[in-house]
């Protein structure tokens, strides 16, 4: 357990790092063609354009990922915030500092987001202003002075060290060892802080002084995971091998290595054919003088090829390295998959990807097994999810309303996975529940859908709908009476039980907050908010647009003792699994008696103009309004 906390510690913190990194690549890229198009060894060298190169590395790129940091932690006061701390380790070292603005720009945007919640409804009227712009100012001030006497002095020194190490393992000929961490590290979704935290900024150092960096093709290699698909293409069996195609093509092209992740996951003893695949192209490199002349991202071909320096060279050695990674890769995993028999389940693979990562895959879906058309003369839809009480529940309520104004007499409902009907023609789940909805019920059309308050799915679904329907009246019947029959309960909407700018450091806290509502609130036992932990652990219930839905698990519905809900508004968000969340929707559900009121949640919850009217609501009462009024 304790390894595991740890893992995600160190995952979570290579996002952070990745999270003030990415969205300021175009700024690296434009640093690096400029780079190599106007120094003195560039493309076209030019005294006077080349002068941007050293502004832009060490005063540009800093500032921006100090900003995007502070920003992360506090919005806009804490991007400027860490925008002048970040100033302090860049004026007090020579050397650009990327490691001191991802330490100065989230801590001043921290301090002044503790600031903030200090003084919060203790400033007089009309005085607003006047606080908040001293309050940066001062605050700005003190850690720029702070980073320069003592920050950028420590990270100088480290960074120095840092390079020594990797200077030493070059002239030693040790760098290929570094794959023995690196090709782990990315299956286990720790590169980012590998990368983002230690080899960029170094090798931004070395191309500032030698106008190139092999530790920025360490990571981003691309070869490895090609060897491994085409072992794939042509030693591989069943749906692995038929996606293996179409994934090498995404991962070498497009740059996206995750999406080679789950292969790996099939048969863990691939992680030999990466990490030898990884050695043989960084020796390649070491051998031949390969390196960048700018970060590479996404680790595509044509990313790294764009940030080769301009000589017939360094070309040859880039591409060398990589396709003698892609060979070694291919040649090891091919001996893998053809030896020992093969229990190749890739959605498995893909889910536990996500268990890893901590949070949703962007190539999960890609995963998803293929299937035929809309079957016709639809009567059922049943939205599943794990207990059946929540998010399936939104998601029926949005489906059948559009159901409704398309005129389409088709029964809409809800439902654990556990309990999905036989005759359930098409069956709506999260997209890491949709294997096992598949096997309770193999012959339905499945839907997967990643965000159940405004997917797109549900329009193209009644699209197809509409061009082939027919259902019975007695269906139609059944259906009008069991929605008439469901007990009508504004009361469960609470005031006393409505929290507003609420501050939460994890979803867990926040979970457990809700929980403890209902428990006081007599709606349920107190177990019922574990499995609220369980629950979220297994699925997030994050439901999109902003808006998560903790409940129990299906077994913990025993422990409910009558319906129940509790609103709390976040306004700065908290993070569930990289997705931040502003409102939290605490249920507890009994008998179906919750599902009227639930029904009401999802449809004001698909307007994200309600979501920021409910956000910023000054009183209970008038959040409330906005959930009534729907």
């Known amino acids: ?238 749906t692995a091998k038929q996606s293996a195609p179409g994934a090498a093509i995404i991962h070498f092209i497009g740059g996206i290595h995750e999406i080679y992740f789950p292969y790996v996951l099939m048969r863990p003893l691939l992680i030999i054919a990466a990490i030898l695949g990884g050695m043989s192209g960084v020796f390649t490199f070491v051998l031949l003088g390969g390196g960048l002349q700018a970060v590479a991202s996404p680790g595509s071909i044509l990313a790294i090829l764009a940030a080769t320096p301009g000589n017939a060279g360094s070309y040859v050695a880039n591409i060398s390295g990589v396709l003698v990674a892609a060979i070694v890769s291919f040649i090891v995993g091919s001996l893998i998959l053809k030896t020992g028999k093969q229990t190749e389940d890739l959605d498995e693979a893909a889910r536990k990807m996500q268990e890893m990562k901590g ?104 699209d197809q709908l509409k061009n082939d329907h027919t259902t019975s009246k007695a269906e139609e019947e059944k259906r009008v009476s069991a929605e008439n029959n469901t007990d009508s309960n504004d009361g469960l909407l609470k005031e006393e039980n409505v929290f507003l700018n609420q501050h939460f450091f994890s979803k867990e806290e926040a979970i457990r907050f809700a929980g403890s509502v209902l428990v006081k609130g007599g709606y349920v036992e107190e177990n019922y908010v574990e499995a609220m932990i369980e629950r979220d652990n297994m699925t997030s219930t994050y439901m999109g647009n902003d808006v998560a839905i903790p409940h129990g698990t299906e077994e913990a519905k025993k422990n409910v003792l009558r319906s129940g809900f509790t609103v709390i508004q976040v306004p700065e968000g908290v993070d569930f699994d990289g997705e931040k969340v502003r409102l939290i929707f605490g249920i507890a559900g009994k008998d179906g008696t919750h599902l009227e009121i639930l029904s009401g949640i999802a449809i004001t919850c698909s307007d994200m103009d309600n979501i920021e009217k409910m956000v910023h609501a000054k009183s209970a009462k008038e959040l409330m309004a906005i959930i009534q009024s729907n």
């Open 1 to 238: 357990m304790a390894q595991s906390n740890i893992k995600v510690a160190v995952q979570k913190f290579g996002n952070f790092l990745s999270s003030m990194v990415m969205p300021n690549i175009g700024a690296f890229i434009a640093w690096g063609l400029i780079t190599a198009l106007f120094i003195p060894t560039g493309f076209f060298p030019n005294e006077s354009l080349a002068k941007l190169v050293d502004p832009m590395v060490k005063y540009l790129l800093p500032l921006l990922i100090g900003y995007t940091g502070g920003k992360l932690v506090h919005d806009q006061r804490g991007g400027v915030v860490g925008a002048i701390a970040t100033m302090g380790v860049i004026v007090g070292s020579d050397i650009p500092m990327f490691l001191g603005a991802m330490i100065m720009g989230p801590l001043g945007g921290y301090i002044i987001k503790k600031f903030d919640q200090f003084i919060e409804g203790k400033v007089k009227t009309g005085f607003e202003m006047l606080i908040n712009n001293f309050s940066a100012g001062i605050l700005g001030g003190i850690l720029a002075i702070l980073a320069f006497l003592g920050v950028s002095p420590a990270v100088d020194g480290f960074t120095g060290a840092l390079v020594v190490g990797v200077d030493w393992m070059v002239a030693h000929g040790l760098l290929p060892l570094t794959s023995i961490l690196i090709e782990p590290a990315k299956i286990l979704f720790l590169n980012n802080a590998i990368n983002h935290g230690i080899l960029s900024p170094i090798g931004a150092e070395q191309i500032r002084t030698n106008g190139q960096s092999i530790l920025l093709l360490l990571e981003t290699n691309p070869g490895p995971g090609l060897g491994i698909l085409l072992a794939y293409c042509f030693f591989g069996k069943g």
């Open 359 to 462: 949070k949703k895959s962007s190539v999960a879906g890609s995963f998803t097994k293929q299937q035929g058309e809309v079957p016709a003369s639809v009567q059922k839809i049943v939205f599943a999810c794990d207990a059946g009480m929540g998010s399936s529940a939104m998601g029926a309520s949005l489906l059948r309303k559009k159901v409704k104004q398309a005129d389409l007499n088709i029964s809409v409902t809800n439902t654990a996975i556990s309990n999905i009907p036989s005759d359930a023609q098409i069956v709506i789940t999260q997209e890491e529940l949709t294997p096992r909805a598949q096997n309770k019920v193999p012959d339905a059309y499945h839907i997967s859908v990643d965000n159940f308050l405004s997917s797109p799915e549900y329009d193209k679904l009644i």
